[in-house]
C-alpha cells in the first residue's frame, strides 16, 4: 500500500476529530456508525459531521461499509446507549490503513518527530519503509507495520486464520508489532547492542536512526567473513545472556554499514526488525536460538564460503553465563508490551513466519512476494463521493506541514 500523503495538508481541524473519532470508535466496532462519530467527535451541527466524513472518505482514510453482516456482531459487544445508535443508523464507516497512517504521521509531527517525507526504500514482506526528516533535517526511517498483506497463498498453515480476521484486527496486530518493536530496539539501543536509535512509535509505525548500509543479503564478498561470523554470533550470544532471542536473525535483518577507522574499512553489522524476538524462557526458545544461529551458518556457508571450525554457540551455555538481574525481557514486559500481547502477536508470526521464509529470489528494493490483500477494495466497502477538498475552507493552523519529497537526500 503506498503512503499518499498528498491531502493531508487539506484536512482541517474538525476533520481530524473526526478521523480520530473512528479511530476511536473502532476499537469496540467494527463499523462506526455516524451518530457515534459525533458523538465521540464532540462536534456542533450534525451536517459539519457529514462533510468531514464525506471528505475523508473521499480520499479514502475511512470508508463506508455495508452494515448488515455486522449488525450482529455490534448488537452483542454494544452497550445499551450506543446500541440504540447502531440500530438507528444506517450506514457506518471504518478506519483505512490510509488513514491509520495519517494519525500516525500527524502525531509524528506534532510531536517534532518528523518533519518531511521522502522515498520509499525498503518493501518487507509486512512493512513499508520510507526516507523521512527531523525538523533539524536528520535523516530517519519511517516503519509501517502492514500485518495481514501477506499473500494466502504463500502461507502453508492455518489460512483460515488469516481469513477470518476483519480489517480492524489487522491494524490491532500491526499496532502490536510497532509497539513491540519500539520496545526491543528501545532498551536495546540504551544497552549498547548495535541497533538504530528508535526516536518515536505510533500506532502501527516506528521511526528509527536511518542506517546507511547495505542488508547483508546484498552483499557479494567480504574480506574477512570469519571476523563478520564471529561477531554475529557474539550479538546472538550476548543477547541469550540478558534474555532475549532476535527469532528472525538472517540476512535481511541484519544491515552492514562500512565504517573508516584509522584509515581501514570495517563493516559493522547492525541488527534490525524485532517483532518477532522472544525471551529465553519462551516454551521455543531453544528451537528459536538454534534457528538464528542456523540461519548464519547455513548463509555464510552458501554465499561466502565460510564454515567456522568452531561449533555452536549454545543456548545454554549462553544462560549459564547470564545474569539474572539484569534481564530486559523482563524489562520489556514492565515496559507495557505484555505476556498477552505478546501471545496475541505471537500466534500471528508462528502461522505467517519471519523474513527466512521468503523466496530466495528477492528484490533489490524488498526482499517478499508479498501481495497486497489489503481489502479496501471489498465489494462491502464502498467510497463515499464527498466534496472535494480544493473547494474546502483549510485555514487550520494546526495543519500537518509534512511534505513529500523525491530527493531522496532531502
Ligand atoms: P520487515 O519486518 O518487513 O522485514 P525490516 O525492518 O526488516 O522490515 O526492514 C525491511 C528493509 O528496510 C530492510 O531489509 C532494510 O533494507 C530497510 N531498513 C529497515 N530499517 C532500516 C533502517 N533503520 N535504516 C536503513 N534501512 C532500513
Ligand atoms: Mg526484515
Known amino acids: 500500500m503506498k503512503l499518499d500523503i498528498s491531502a493531508l495538508r487539506y484536512l482541517t481541524s474538525e476533520d481530524w476529530r473526526v478521523l480520530q473519532a473512528v479511530e476511536q470508535g473502532s476499537k469496540n466496532h467494527e463499523l462506526v456508525p455516524t451518530p457515534l462519530i459525533q458523538q465521540i467527535a464532540g462536534l456542533r451541527g450534525g451536517s459539519g459531521v457529514h462533510k468531514c466524513i464525506s471528505a475523508l472518505a473521499k480520499v479514502g482514510l475511512i470508508a463506508k461499509v455495508k452494515n448488515a453482516k455486522c449488525r450482529l456482531a455490534e448488537f452483542q459487544r454494544c452497550r445499551a446507549q450506543i446500541l440504540i445508535t447502531c440500530f438507528s443508523s444506517d450506514d457506518g464507516y471504518r478506519l483505512t490503513y490510509g488513514g491509520l497512517d495519517y494519525l500516525a504521521l500527524n502525531t509524528h509531527r506534532k510531536a517534532s518527530a518528523i518533519y518531511s517525507?521522502?522515498?520509499?526504500?525498503?518493501?518487507?514482506?509486512e512493512s513499508d519503509i520510507y526516507i523521512t526528516a527531523s525538523p533539524d533535517g536528520r535523516q530517519l526511517v519511517l516503519k509501517l507495520h502492514r500485518l495481514g498483506r501477506i499473500s494466502f497463498r504463500t502461507v502453508k498453515a492455518n489460512r483460515d486464520y488469516l481469513r477470518k480476521r476483519s480489517t480492524?484486527?489487522?491494524?490491532?496486530?500491526?499496532?502490536?508489532?510497532?509497539?513491540?518493536?519500539?520496545?526491543?530496539?528501545?532498551?536495546?539501543?540504551?544497552?549498547?547492542?548495535p541497533v538504530p536509535e528508535p526516536v518515536a512509535w505510533s500506532r502501527h509505525t516506528v521511526v528509527m536512526e536511518f542506517i546507511d548500509s547495505f542488508p547483508l543479503r546484498m552483499i557479494e564478498s567480504i574480506p574477512d567473513p570469519g571476523k563478520l561470523y564471529g561477531e554475529l554470533m557474539d550479538m546472538v550470544v550476548e543477547l541469550a545472556k540478558r534474555g532475549l532471542i532476535h527469532g528472525d536473525f538472517n540476512e535481511f535483518n541484519i544491515l552492514i554499514k562500512e565504517k573508516t577507522v584509522n584509515g581501514k574499512i570495517r563493516l559493522e553489522p547492525i541488527?534490525?526488525?524485532?517483532?518477532?524476538?522472544?525471551?529465553?524462557n519462551h516454551a521455543n526458545a531453544q528451537m528459536y536460538f538454534d534457528r538464528d544461529?542456523?540461519?548464519?551458518?547455513?548463509?555464510?556457508?552458501?554465499?561466502?564460503?565460510?564454515?567456522s571450525d568452531e561449533p555452536g554457540p549454545f543456548l545454554a551455555d549462553a544462560l549459564k553465563d547470564a545474569d539474572p538481574g539484569r534481564r530486559l525481557d523482563v524489562e520489556v514486559e514492565a515496559s507495557g508490551f505484555s505476556k498477552k500481547m505478546a501471545k496475541e502477536l505471537e500466534q500471528y508470526v508462528e502461522v505467517v513466519g519471519g523474513d527466512q521464509t521468503e523466496s530466495d529470489d528477492a528484490s533489490v528494493l524488498g526482499h517478499g512476494d508479498a501481495v497486497d490483500e489489503d481489502d479496501e477494495d471489498d465489494e462491502d466497502v464502498q467510497e463515499e463521493k464527498g466534496t472535494e477538498h480544493s473547494e474546502r475552507e483549510t485555514g487550520d493552523e494546526d495543519a500537518p506541514r509534512i511534505s513529500q519529497v523525491d530527493d531522496p537526500d532531502l
Not at 271 to 280: K, R
Open 293 to 307: 544461529v542456523a540461519c548464519v551458518k547455513r548463509y555464510f556457508e552458501r554465499r561466502f564460503k565460510y564454515t
Open 271 to 280: 541488527m534490525i526488525d524485532f517483532p518477532q524476538t522472544v525471551s529465553t
Open 117 to 125: 517525507l521522502g522515498n520509499q526504500i525498503g518493501v518487507g514482506k
Open 168 to 193: 480492524g484486527s489487522w491494524m490491532y496486530l500491526s499496532r502490536l508489532a510497532a509497539q513491540k518493536e519500539h520496545a526491543f530496539m528501545r532498551i536495546l539501543y540504551r544497552e549498547g547492542f
